[in-house]
């Protein structure tokens, strides 16, 4: 780690945030300075906080401080009303932000607000990739001109209860690979908010919320998330598939999400970054 100490504030306090507060005590360069929460669960965080032996714990709050410990960066762990809530005021004061909640840009002009504040602030908002893999090539594919790009998820039926995949097919009894979702990234995180990070993520990157296609498979072979996407254009053409592990102590969030909150906060503080 290089010398310069970065304070870093973070949104939420839930399996992700929990495990980047694990994963970065030991960071000489980072400290976790300030832990925003919804009101009222302030004195409940702070007695699960002493009990993770942080040593330097943050301070709790329900928003964001900018006095004598403002954060140099703020991470969002809490879901697309963070972005409202947290997010898009602390950027107006000039404080960069790192979100994981892509899906909540598929909301009409909310890319353009985080733009617009981001502007105003002077700073910038930087987009995680989290689950999936692959958005630093598809980025730059977009330079040159992309053509297409489709994702295609997949999951064990039971992954999808409490969506609108229950109104189109029997999860608990299905036998076989069932297609149950095909239309734009946009439509499909309005659709499925819980499940939009990825394909919100993909689209932000490549042709577009309104012009990436999506599909959405339960599939009873399966006992993970599979992710697979490919792209064409004047580049050439990709395809990534990810299959990650769920993070143990959520199994509905993927552990690569955790470790590109770690890997970006590390970056700001590391002599080489990659």
């Given at each position: 780690?290089?010398?310069?100490?970065?304070?870093?504030?973070?949104?939420?306090?839930?399996?992700?945030?929990?495990?980047?507060?694990?994963?970065?005590?030991?960071?000489?360069?980072?400290?976790?300075?300030?832990?925003?929460?919804?009101?009222?669960?302030?004195?409940?965080?702070?007695e699960?906080l002493?009990?993770?032996?942080?040593?330097?714990?943050?301070?709790?709050?329900?928003?964001?401080?900018?006095?004598?410990d403002?954060?140099?960066?703020?991470v969002?762990?809490?879901?697309?009303?963070?972005?409202?809530?947290?997010?898009?005021?602390?950027?107006?004061?000039?404080?960069?932000?790192?979100?994981?909640?892509?899906?909540?840009?598929?909301a009409?002009?909310?890319?353009?607000?985080?733009?617009?504040?981001?502007?105003?602030?002077?700073?910038?908002?930087?987009?995680?990739?989290?689950?999936?893999?692959?958005?630093?090539?598809?980025?730059?594919?977009?330079?040159?001109?992309?053509?297409?790009?489709?994702?295609?998820?997949?999951?064990?039926?039971?992954?999808?209860?409490?969506?609108?995949?229950?109104?189109?097919?029997?999860?608990r009894?299905?036998?076989?690979?069932?297609?149950?979702?095909?239309?734009?990234?946009?439509?499909?995180?309005?659709?499925?908010?819980?499940?939009a990070?990825?394909?919100?993520?993909?689209?932000l990157?490549?042709?577009?919320?309104?012009?990436t296609?999506v599909?959405?498979?339960?599939?009873?072979?399966?006992?993970q998330?599979?992710?697979?996407y490919?792209?064409?254009?004047?580049f050439?053409?990709?395809?990534?598939?990810?299959?990650?592990?769920?993070?143990?102590s959520?199994?509905?969030?993927?552990?690569?999400?955790?470790y590109?909150?770690?890997?970006?906060?590390?970056?700001?503080?590391?002599?080489?970054?990659v």
């Amino acid at each position: 780690m290089s010398g310069v100490l970065k304070r870093v504030a973070i949104v939420g306090f839930g399996a992700i945030s929990q495990s980047v507060l694990d994963l970065t005590k030991g960071d000489e360069g980072l400290r976790i300075s300030q832990l925003i929460v919804s009101p009222g669960k302030e004195d409940a965080v702070r007695e699960q906080l002493a009990g993770l032996e942080l040593g330097n714990a943050p301070q709790v709050r329900s928003a964001l401080a900018l006095d004598a410990d403002r954060p140099d960066v703020l991470v969002e762990c809490a879901g697309h009303g963070a972005l409202t809530a947290h997010v898009l005021p602390a950027l107006r004061q000039g404080v960069p932000c790192l979100v994981v909640s892509i899906g909540a840009l598929s909301a009409p002009g909310m890319a353009e607000e985080l733009e617009q504040a981001a502007r105003q602030g002077g700073t910038q908002v930087h987009l995680l990739s989290g689950a999936i893999g692959g958005i630093d090539a598809l980025a730059a594919a977009r330079m040159a001109g992309l053509d297409s790009v489709t994702y295609v998820g997949r999951k064990p039926p039971l992954g999808w209860l409490g969506s609108p995949a229950e109104e189109k097919l029997d999860l608990r009894n299905l036998k076989e690979k069932a297609l149950f979702f095909e239309g734009s990234a946009r439509e499909a995180a309005r659709l499925f908010p819980k499940n939009a990070n990825v394909a919100a993520t993909l689209a932000l990157a490549g042709v577009g919320l309104d012009q990436t296609r999506v599909e959405l498979y339960a599939d009873p072979a399966v006992n993970q998330n599979i992710h697979y996407y490919e792209a064409q254009g004047a580049f050439g053409n990709m395809a990534v598939t990810m299959q990650g592990k769920p993070l143990a102590s959520n199994p509905k969030t993927s552990a690569l999400t955790v470790y590109s909150v770690v890997r970006a906060l590390r970056n700001l503080v590391s002599p080489l970054a990659v």
